[in-house]
């Protein structure tokens, strides 16, 4: 047991690199189908179990450190030296919270992929890049040097960006593949240069060690605005958000939800470069308020676009922009105080709270839309709303989940959405009142779009063309039941939660003294 | 397809440039290069060969079935390499000390000893397995598709 506590970390990222690599091999050998569906749930079995026990240590004992090939994990700096030269992980609070959200995610679209996939082509790759993109992810969440951020960011991109594209058959499936490829590439570069430009003054790559010694020069505060601009890119924040409509639309449906936890998992890495790598800047204020007003852009012209969307998709993925933006609004509010004690105390750590907590919510209940509409795709073959109908009849189940994930993004008790979003009211309202009024606002609209929706599709007399639609397969319901189910339990118990593994993450991320002597605290 | 002479002459040249990725994949750990590199260079022997032949006749001699399974072996290969180590760390260098790549050079400027690494050179190797298969496989398929045609499935 201790063993797998302490190589968890880098258990989680290389296993499913492993199944990458065997899931074609498996698939060329007789009854290869079988064998990789049953081969990919256990893996992703194992690294649930994984992720669990991490956590429960993580939040027990505190950061833990993973060095590679060095002779003791904890070893972060080797003997003789005074900086870390080695490759680290580094999992706090923030970064096992990502990893649950990304874990459970992966399972639900794992087994709903199942039947969703059968009798397609190029399966062994569908799956092969499903655990590459789910490596990334995790890679990225778990890493603690700037250099792995790049990699791993780049390792999502790429599986992200062939999976978007993978009904090649659609030429609108390969353009959105193709924007998010571009997009990815752009936002690279950008985080490579800014890399670049911190290691030629600092000489190291550790996250840890390089918040250690930053001075906050102008070179440093142009890495940061190339970061900055690269991960909004990759999150889809608005004005930077042109791509997300595309790919999201596009993508097959076990995917949509992988690549949607991409964009929070670049998200991450922005509150991790704002929070722990820049975290003494003095002037956080300012950074904190153009958080702020990347969030409020976001959910505004994210749900005003949404409205008028014809495509079942779409309209999701403009919300998804939308609610990206009550995120960014949460932690904005937390960065912009958190100099100031009191307020911090007061509202700004529940407001991080809020829009950390958010974070778990959407992708949750975003991935369950996504899978609704993709349900419905799978048995009309069309995602237009203008040429649905009457589908509850036929398709219960699928009615039943699409309405809890409309109620939890419209923010009604009692689902998930309704608790974050009330912390991010409350809290917001002490800091800026006129913020909190358009973030209700924008939750009413949200609200108004899904109902509007609702009925187009799912109510209405029975179409004659639609009067043979079943029920989808078992494998489609059990995934969005997993996702339907954490929404319920979420929105019942909000604080069990928040306490739980929320607040460890706000702490970490507040915490920047913390993560920085995990690593630079070894120092003889 | 190229005149005869182009042909001979490529399919003579095509071993030379075997040999020389070769040279450099095993000399990675000593020398500029290694996994990557060397594999480029023994693809561009196949790019050779694609513009000397046509991408049909390459087809017939180079199965997909066989590049993919080249290259998911490479990257097991080093993943397993790297799991080797976990009784210490992962990624930790199991093979130094051991008769296997596992000299340890001496400090400062030396004529470079092929025996050390620990497991480095074998993961070059793997490295270079991946690469000739991944890249033989980009290339083929580029060619393919600009003459309309695809990659068997």
């Known amino acids: 047991m201790d063993f797998l506590v302490t190589n968890a970390p880098i258990l989680i990222v290389a296993l499913p690199l492993v199944a990458a690599f065997a899931i074609p091999l498996i698939s060329l050998s007789r009854g290869g189908d079988r064998g990789r569906n049953v081969f990919s749930l256990a893996i992703l079995g194992l690294i649930v179990f994984l992720v669990a026990i991490l956590a429960r240590d993580v939040h027990a004992v505190g950061i833990r450190v993973y060095t590679f090939g060095a002779t003791a994990a904890e070893l972060a700096i080797p003997h003789g030296y005074t900086v870390p030269v080695r490759i680290i992980f580094e999992v706090d609070g923030m970064s096992i919270f990502m990893g649950l959200v990304i874990t459970i995610v992966a399972l639900a679209s794992l087994i709903y992929s199942l039947h969703f996939m059968k009798g397609q082509t190029g399966q062994a790759r569908f799956y092969s890049l499903m655990f590459l993109l789910y490596a990334g992810m995790m890679g990225l969440a778990f890493t603690g040097d700037m250099f792995n951020l790049f990699v791993f960011l780049e390792i999502a991109s790429i599986a992200g960006a062939a999976l978007a594209a993978y009904r090649t058959n659609r030429a609108d499936a390969v353009e959105g593949g193709f924007k998010y490829i571009v997009i990815s590439a752009i936002s690279a570069l950008l985080v490579l240069f800014a890399i670049g430009i911190l290691y030629a003054q600092y000489n190291v790559l550790s996250i840890a060690a390089i918040a250690h010694f930053m001075q906050h020069t102008t070179l440093d505060m142009i890495a940061l605005g190339l970061l900055a601009i690269a991960l909004v890119m990759k999150l889809a924040g608005v004005p930077l958000h042109m791509w997300a409509p595309d790919t999201y639309t596009v993508a097959p449906a076990g995917t949509t939800p992988m690549i949607l936890a991409a964009s929070y998992t670049s998200m991450y890495a922005l509150y991790r470069v704002t929070f722990t790598l820049y975290g003494g800047l003095i002037n956080t204020t300012t950074i904190g308020w153009i958080v702020i007003i990347v969030g409020v852009l976001s959910m505004f012209i994210g749900v005003m676009m949404a409205v008028h969307q014809t495509d079942i998709k779409r309209m999701m993925a403009y919300h998804a922009i939308s609610q990206g933006g009550y995120m960014l609004l949460g932690v904005g509010v937390g960065l912009a105080v958190i100099t100031n004690p009191a307020a911090l105390a007061n509202y700004g750590r529940d407001a991080m709270n809020g829009g950390i907590f958010h974070i778990i919510n959407h992708v949750f209940y975003k991935a369950l839309l996504f899978m609704t509409a993709e349900a419905i795709f799978f048995r009309i073959g069309t995602r237009d709303t203008n040429k649905m109908g009457g589908l509850a009849r036929n398709m219960k189940w699928t009615a039943a989940f699409y309405v809890i994930g409309a109620l939890a993004i419209s923010g009604i008790p009692p689902f998930n959405g309704f608790a974050s979003k009330l912390l991010i009211y409350e809290t917001v309202l002490k800091f800026s009142p006129v913020l909190s009024v358009i973030a209700m606002f924008v939750s009413l609209v949200t609200l108004a779009s899904f109902t509007k929706v609702f009925y187009a599709a799912f109510t209405g007399p029975e179409l004659p063309a639609y009067k043979k639609v079943k029920e989808v397969p078992k494998s489609m319901i059990i995934g969005m039941s997993i996702l339907a189910a954490f929404i319920i339990f979420f929105g019942i118990f909000p604080g069990l939660i928040v306490n739980t593994i929320v607040a460890p993450a706000t702490n970490a991320l507040i915490d920047q003294a913390g993560y920085i002597n995990a690593v630079m605290g070894a120092v003889p | ?153």
């Open chain 2, 1 to 153: 397809m190229l005149s005869k002479i182009v042909r001979t002459v490529a399919n003579q040249l095509v071993l030379f440039i075997l040999i020389f990725g070769l040279y450099v994949i095993a000399h990675g750990h000593l020398t500029p290069g290694g996994g990557f590199q060397g594999g480029a260079v023994v693809v561009s022997g196949v790019v050779m060969l694609l513009v000397a032949f046509s991408s049909q006749d390459l087809k017939k001699s180079v199965r997909e079935r066989v590049l993919s399974i080249m290259e998911s072996t490479g990257a097991l290969i080093f993943a397993i390499l790297g799991f080797a180590g976990l009784g210490t760390v992962f990624f930790y260098n199991f093979l130094v000390g051991s008769p296997i790549f596992g000299r340890i050079p001496p400090t400062g400027p030396n004529s470079g000893d092929f025996w050390t690494g620990g497991f480095i050179p074998l993961m070059n190797f793997a490295v270079g397995l991946k690469v000739i298969a991944g890249l033989s496989a980009v290339v083929l398929a580029i060619a393919l598709f600009a003459r309309g045609e695809e990659m068997e499935e």
